[in-house]
Structures are given as structure tokens and as C-alpha cells.
């Protein structure tokens, strides 16, 4: 019988790091699919813990019903179910707000369904930023400017995702930085540079540079990584995330903004660039939870 189960849509570079440096450290695990499980468990030897991957083929309510079963059932699950639903957009700006705004910038924020309320918005700022609640790699964002042709657009959007989440733009010198956060620490981080589109993530065509390297143009990429190492451990407490990616902004002002928690980041942009070893972070995290179950 397996001790963990990796659970997953396809086998990603990430999954197959982290099986990589489970095998090195003698974690006996298997790789399921989510078109694998079959809900109630009959008699399974069911693994002590289990990582888990969104897939966006397959339903979220069904994805969170396994999780919470498997949370029934005395597994230990990363990320829970409850830490996940912490992690779009709409929460976390709710949660900044309640918790964190006096140690880190937010981008002024609206979450409507009010189409006037969001029209207002973007008069007021003239350059505002659209995402979807819930998505990655950049898919779905929109930069949207004030004209006559705006209004139709967010009506287009609203009828789209149900929900209208705009953020004002912050000008910035076109990188953000990410760092990987594991069990409330900061163990890696990099910055996203691209100056051809105003979405820094590397799917989206941004290129992966060391911190260092960064830092040698834009000083304020090693302040970026301070804040995460100040802020990781309150988002770990507010929200029960065991890991999760955490996205900074760096304004041309040199102030420091928070843009999102990732539940489900990746990591090989990372291991790319800087050759740090994120997948045996993830693993070790991964035993040293395993050894808590036995």
C-alpha cells in the first residue's frame, strides 16, 4: 500500500519532480487521476496523505467532495479543501483586508455583479485590471481602459465568469516576483520580467531571472522577497495553506503590493531559473507529514 498519493489531471513537470525526490527519500506513493476515484471509498487502502493538483477538466465541487472525504477518513490532505476555497481572488482581497493591510499594498479592488458599480470603477481609475475568481498562468486576465466600448466589454465579462473583479493597474517595471512558501517559510523565489505584455507569468511569454540579477536593475526585487519572508507566515496562519506560490508587484514608486496566493503554483519557471530544488522542499514537506501520521 501506498503512504501517499499524488492526485492530479495529467502528469505535469511538477508532479513528476516531486515524485522524483519522493523516491530519492524512500516515500512509497502512487500517481492517481481524479477520473481514478470513485466516491463513497469501499474498503480502499487509502494512503496518510495525499497532494493533490487542480484539474480544470474535471468539476471543483467533485474535487472538493474527495478532498473532504478524504479529510473524513483521517488523511492528511495538502492543501485542505478549506485552505483551498482561501485562495481566489475575491478571498484574497477579503482576507488582506481584514488581516494583512497594514503590512502589505493591495491594488485598490472592486467584486461586483453591479455592472454600474464596476463601470464607476474604471472611470475612476481609467486603467484597471480584470480576473477571473478562480484561475492561473495568467488565463482569462484582461487590461481594460476607460472608452466608449468599455461598458459593453464588462457586461461581456459578467455574462462570462458570473462575477466582475477588477484591481486598478499599478505601473511597475514590468516583473513581478514569486516565491514558493512551505509550511508558513519561504524557501524560493524569482522574478518574472516582461516588458511585452503586462502579465509577468511565464506562460504568458515572461522570462524567469535570479533574484540577484533582478536586483542589480531594480533593487526593489530584494524588497519584494522581504515582505514575502514578513507576510508567508500570516497567510499560512489566515488561511491553513501547507504550500502555496505567493505573487508581489513592485510598484516604479518602489512600493510593494500583494497580488494573489496560488494554492496549486508551479514551479519549474523556478527550478529553471535558479536552480533551487523546489520539488525536494515539497517532498520533504510532504515525509515530514507522513512521519506525523505513523
Request: proline share 3%; charged share 25%.
Amino acid at each position: 500500500m501506498s503512504s501517499v498519493w499524488i492526485l492530479c489531471g495529467k502528469i505535469s513537470y511538477e508532479v513528476e519532480r516531486v515524485s522524483e525526490e519522493l523516491e530519492k527519500l524512500g516515500v512509497l506513493h502512487s500517481i492517481f487521476s481524479w477520473n481514478e476515484i470513485t466516491l463513497p471509498f469501499k474498503g480502499e487502502n487509502l494512503p496518510r496523505v495525499v497532494w493533490h493538483r487542480y484539474d480544470p477538466t474535471v468539476s471543483m465541487v467533485f474535487q472538493f467532495c474527495v478532498l473532504e472525504e478524504f479529510e473524513r477518513q483521517g488523511v492528511y490532505v495538502i492543501n485542505r479543501k478549506e485552505a483551498v476555497e482561501n485562495s481566489d481572488k475575491a478571498s484574497i482581497y477579503l482576507l488582506w483586508s481584514k488581516y494583512l493591510r497594514n503590512h502589505v499594498k493591495m491594488p485598490d479592488t472592486l467584486v461586483t455583479r453591479d455592472i454600474d458599480a464596476a463601470v464607476s470603477f474604471l472611470k475612476s481609475h481609467r486603467r484597471v485590471v480584470f480576473k477571473p475568481l478562480a484561475s492561473g498562468r495568467g488565463l482569462g486576465v484582461q487590461l481594460i481602459e476607460w472608452n466608449e466600448f468599455a461598458p459593453k466589454l464588462l457586461e461581456e465579462l459578467l455574462r462570462k465568469y458570473g462575477c466582475i473583479f477588477l484591481q486598478k493597474y499599478i505601473h511597475n517595471p514590468n516583473y513581478d516576483v514569486r516565491s514558493i512558501v512551505i509550511g508558513g517559510r519561504v524557501v524560493a523565489s524569482f522574478a518574472r520580467y516582461n516588458e511585452r505584455d503586462f502579465r509577468h507569468n511565464i506562460h504568458c511569454g515572461g522570462q524567469g531571472l535570479k533574484i540577484e540579477e533582478m536586483g542589480r536593475v531594480s533593487k526593489v526585487a530584494f524588497e519584494c522577497v522581504r515582505v514575502a519572508e514578513q507576510i508567508a507566515p500570516m497567510i499560512t496562519e489566515i488561511t491553513g495553506l501547507d504550500m502555496y506560490g505567493l505573487d508581489l508587484l513592485p510598484g516604479i514608486d518602489n512600493s510593494v503590493y500583494l497580488l494573489e496566493w496560488n494554492a496549486f503554483f508551479g514551479f519549474e519557471g523556478l527550478e529553471k531559473t535558479t536552480g533551487l530544488n523546489v520539488a525536494r522542499e515539497v517532498a520533504r514537506y510532504i515525509a515530514l507529514k507522513l512521519g506525523e501520521r505513523r
